[in-house]
């Protein structure tokens, strides 16, 4: 897709791009966060590096892609619990992420999108992976896509004793979910399991339930869906977690990790009956296009 307003370097065919050109402490032209948007949805998870974002910043930049999610029990900044902070350093006893997941996909509405700017990173490692859910479901074999899109799931958080002695902000989720669903805005299917809050699907017996939630856990690990990122100081990520999962490698204890997070809200997920991937690509629908018939 031709970018007019910024420039976006993709970090592997599947998954990721690096955008250069944006300031996002600054104010952003409607045509530099249209591109931004369309970008997003193109690759999942976008880069942005040497960010010097004020957390008032960073907040804005969130609110343009809708009210921002509040998350059940991790600890914020600035007495503001839409500013989740990410830290770990030398007295952590566990790291933030270190299992594959989309936030809170336990949440009835789960967030749309996450942004995370580190203020400071280790010398070496604290690399976050993605992997791509739409790459995940198009692997599977078309008899094994009809069989998971007649199932939903239950999915479950209980963050007790993960965040310290921070008390948590809310009851913890629970949800059911399709197994596979549509995003609303490409309209692709996406796998929607994840091995940090994806507890059962509903539709077989407990067995049978965890043996394919296994090996559709394993099977989203697979490298050929993944990008991986270094990061810097001043590094910004934003993904779609409606079409991805993630994890972030803790190897670099004692050093210190940490920044802050704004999470936008989402809607429920659904699947879309009858929708047809191989022409997915095709379909997007993107912010830029939809404004430019619209006159804008
Ligand atoms: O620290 C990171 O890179 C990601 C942390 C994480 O998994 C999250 O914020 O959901």
Known sequence: MPYRHIAVEPLTPTIGATVHGVDLGAPLSEA?????????MEHCVLFF?????????????????????????????????????????????????????????ADEEPPLGTILHLHEVPPQGGDTLWANMYAAYEA????????LERLTAQHAADYTGVYGDHPPQREFPRAVHPVVRTHPVTRRKALFVNSSF????????VHESRDLL??????????????????????VAMWDNRCTQHLAVWD????????????VQGDRPFLEAGADTSTAGARVHTATEAAEAAGG
């Not at 530099?32 to 997003?40: M, P, Y």
């Not at 910043?57 to 892609?65: C, D, K, S, V, W």
């Not at 078309?142 to 069989?147: F, T």
């Not at 296994?214 to 697979?222: A, I, W, Y």
């Open 214 to 235: 296994d090996f559709l856990f394993e099977h989203v690990k697979h490298p050929a869906f993944q990008c991986r990122f270094h990061w810097g100081a001043g590094s």
């Open 198 to 205: 994806t507890k059962r699907i509903q539709e077989l017996s």
């Open 49 to 105: 590096r040497d960010q010097a974002m004020t957390p008032e910043q960073h907040l804005a930049f969130g609110r343009r892609f809708g009210p921002l999610h509040i998350h059940p029990a991790a600890p914020y900044a600035h007495g503001n619990p839409e500013l989740m902070v990410i830290e770990t350093n030398r007295d952590s006893k566990r790291n933030n992420g270190s299992a594959w997941h989309s936030d809170v996909s």
């Open 252 to 263: 670099y204890h004692p050093d210190t990790r940490r920044g802050l997070r704004v999470t």
């Open 140 to 147: 599977l074999s078309p008899s094994l896509q009809a069989l």
């Open 32 to 40: 530099a966060f249209r591109e931004i948007h369309d970008a997003w």
